[in-house]
C-alpha cells in the first residue's frame, strides 16, 4: 500500500510518507469568521474531510488542526456595518461555521485555536524574526524583509526578480521592498489592538497560521493545505517566516491544494457576491449528496456549481441507499438459495480498483465512479437471487467504502435528544437569563457529561451530541 500525493512543493506526485510513523501531522488553513460559510468553503474543507478519513482509513493516525482567523479587517468591517463588537461577530460566526461544518457532517478536527488565543506565540514569533534580521519595524508595523531568504518563490515559482521588475504593487511607505509583508500592524484608533513592544497593533494574516501550526504541531508538518488561492502568497509567506524562525527546517512536507468551486465558470467567493451559503444549500439538499457532488471532482480540479448537478447527485445517493435497502430485505428474507460466487470475485476487484483510485492522490472521482459498478453489481445479484452471504458481502462493502466518503451519518444526526438533557439545557437558559454565569457554566458541564454540546447564538441555543470517534 503505497499512497502517492502531488505536492504543490515540487509540482509532482510523491509518495506519501509521513516525518514520523507515529502521526500525520495536517494542518488546514481555517476561515475568517465574518459571514456564513459558502459552498466554496464546504468543496474545500469537505474535500480535506474525504482526504482525511481515507488516511484514518488505512491506518494512519492523524492529527489535524483547523485555525480559526478571528482578527482579521474584514470582521472589524463588518463589524463596523453592523455596529456589532468584533470580537462577539467574530465569536457568532465561528459557532456557525462549527455547525455548518457539522451540518455537512465534517469530522471534527483535533483542535480549533483562534488568533485571539496565540497572540504571545505570535509577539514572540516576530520578535525572533526580529533578531534575526529578518524583521523590521517601521512607525509600528513590522515587516518581513523577502530579501533576507532565498526562498522566495519556492511553492508558487515565483521569481521575486521577476516580480520586483514587473511590479505593480505599490511601495507602501515603509517597506523596504514591494513583497514585504505585515507581520503585525498598527491599530487605528477604535479598532481592537493587544499591546507589543511596537505598540498597540494586530498580527497580520499569515503570521497567525505558522505560530498556531508550531504550537499544536511543531516545527514541522506533514501536510498544510487550503484552496489553491492560498498558495501565493499565503503559504509562500508562511514558508519563508518559519524557514528563517526555525533556521531553514524545512517547514512542511506535503503542500495540497484544492481547486475551487466554480458557479458558471468564476470563483465563488463573498468579494464577488456570487456566493450560496451552506444553509442555503441544505435547505433543498441532503448533505451526502453535496458530499457526492464534492467527491465526483479530482480535488485539484475546478468543481462547478449548479441545481442541476446537485439533482443529480440526489438520484445518485438515492440509488444507494435502495440498494441498501433491497439488500437488507433480501438478506431478512429466507428465499435465497443461488451460490453465484463470481460475485465475490467482481467485489474484491472492485474494491481493489477503488483503493487504487484513492492511493492514487486521493481521486475520488474514479473512486466514486467505481463504487457505482459495485453499487450495479449488488442490483444485480439481487435479482439474480446470489447467496446471502454474498449480498451480505455487498451490504458490507457498501458501507464500508461509502463510509470513507463520509456517507450513511444520517442516523447520527437524526438521534433524539434525551429527555434529562433537554431538561438541563432548559434549567441552562432560565439561568443565563437570571445572569447566573457559575450555575450556567456548572449546567454546561452536565450537559457535556452527558455526551451533549450546547452552542449559543443570539436568537436560540443548539444541542448537538459529541462524536465519539
Ligand atoms: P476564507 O474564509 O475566505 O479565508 O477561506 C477559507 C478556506 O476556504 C480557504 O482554504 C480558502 O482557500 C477556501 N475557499 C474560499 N473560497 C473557495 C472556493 N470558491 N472554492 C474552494 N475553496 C475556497
Ligand atoms: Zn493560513
Redesign the pocket.
Known amino acids: 500500500m503505497n499512497i502517492m500525493v502531488y505536492n504543490t512543493l515540487g509540482r509532482k506526485v510523491e509518495e506519501f510518507k509521513p516525518i514520523s510513523e507515529e502521526e500525520v501531522k495536517i494542518y488546514?488553513?481555517?476561515?475568517?469568521?465574518y459571514d456564513y460559510?459558502?459552498?466554496?468553503?464546504g468543496?474545500?474543507?469537505l474535500a480535506f474531510d474525504i482526504i482525511i478519513r481515507y488516511l484514518k482509513y488505512i491506518g494512519f493516525n492523524v492529527k489535524t488542526i483547523i485555525n480559526i482567523?478571528n482578527i482579521d479587517d474584514k470582521i472589524i468591517k463588518r463589524a463596523k456595518k453592523n455596529n456589532e463588537d468584533p470580537q462577539e461577530l467574530a465569536d457568532r460566526f465561528e459557532q456557525i461555521y462549527y455547525e455548518d461544518m457539522d451540518a455537512l457532517g465534517i469530522e471534527k478536527a483535533d483542535f480549533y485555536p483562534r488568533v485571539s488565543d496565540t497572540i504571545p506565540e505570535i509577539i514572540e514569533f516576530i520578535s525572533t524574526l526580529i533578531k534575526k534580521g529578518n524583521a523590521y519595524e517601521s512607525n509600528g508595523d513590522v515587516y518581513f524583509d523577502v530579501s533576507t531568504v532565498e526562498e522566495f518563490g519556492q511553492l508558487s515559482g515565483q521569481k521575486l526578480e521577476e516580480m520586483r521588475s514587473g511590479a505593480r504593487v505599490a511601495i507602501r511607505e515603509g517597506k523596504r521592498n514591494p513583497y514585504d509583508f505585515a507581520l503585525w500592524k498598527n491599530s487605528e484608533e477604535g479598532d481592537p489592538y493587544w499591546d507589543s513592544p511596537w505598540g498597540r497593533g494586530r498580527p497580520g494574516w499569515h503570521i497567525e497560521c505558522s505560530a498556531m501550526s508550531m504550537k499544536y504541531l511543531g516545527s514541522q508538518l506533514d501536510v498544510h493545505?487550503?484552496?489553491?488561492?492560498?498558495i501565493f502568497p499565503h503559504h509562500e509567506n508562511e514558508i519563508m517566516q518559519s524557514e528563517a524562525y526555525t533556521g531553514k527546517k524545512p517547514f512542511v512536507k506535503y503542500w495540497i491544494h484544492?481547486?475551487?468551486?466554480?458557479i458558471d465558470g468564476e470563483?465563488?467567493?463573498?468579494s464577488l457576491g456570487n456566493?450560496i451559503t451552506i444553509r442555503q444549500l441544505l435547505e433543498k439538499f441532503d448533505p451526502e449528496a453535496f458530499r457526492l457532488f464534492v467527491a465526483s471532482t479530482h480535488y485539484r480540479n475546478?468543481?462547478d456549481y449548479s441545481e442541476e448537478s446537485m439533482n443529480q447527485a440526489e438520484q445518485n445517493l438515492e440509488r444507494i441507499y435502495n440498494v441498501k435497502r433491497l439488500l437488507e430485505n433480501a438478506i431478512a428474507s429466507n428465499q435465497l438459495n443461488g451460490a453465484k460466487s463470481e460475485f465475490l470475485e467482481e467485489i474484491s476487484k472492485i474494491k481493489q480498483e477503488f483503493f487504487n483510485s484513492m492511493d492514487y492522490d486521493f481521486n475520488t472521482a474514479q473512486a466514486l465512479a467505481q463504487y457505482f459498478e459495485l453499487i450495479k453489481s449488488a442490483n444485480q445479484a439481487i435479482t439474480q437471487n446470489a447467496d446471502k452471504q454474498i449480498l451480505q458481502t455487498f451490504l458490507d462493502t457498501i458501507n464500508e467504502l461509502g463510509r470513507i466518503f463520509g456517507l450513511f451519518q444520517n442516523e447520527r444526526r437524526e438521534k433524539e435528544i434525551p429527555e434529562e438533557v433537554k431538561k438541563l439545557v432548559a434549567a441552562r437558559e432560565e439561568a443565563r437569563k437570571q445572569k447566573d454565569w457559575k450555575k450556567s457554566d456548572e449546567l454546561r458541564d452536565k450537559i457535556k457529561e452527558l455526551g451533549y454540546l450546547v452552542r449559543d447564538y443570539p436568537d436560540r441555543t443548539d444541542i448537538l451530541p459529541i462524536e465519539k470517534e
Not at 28 to 33: Q, S, W
Not at 37 to 41: T, V
Not at 258 to 262: A, C, K, M, R, Y
Not at 267 to 270: C, I, Q, R, V, Y
Open positions: 488546514v488553513c481555517g476561515p475568517t469568521v460559510p459558502h459552498l466554496g468553503h468543496r474545500t474543507y482567523t493545505s487550503g484552496a489553491r488561492d492560498l484544492t481547486g475551487f468551486l466554480t470563483k465563488m467567493s463573498k456566493f475546478p468543481i
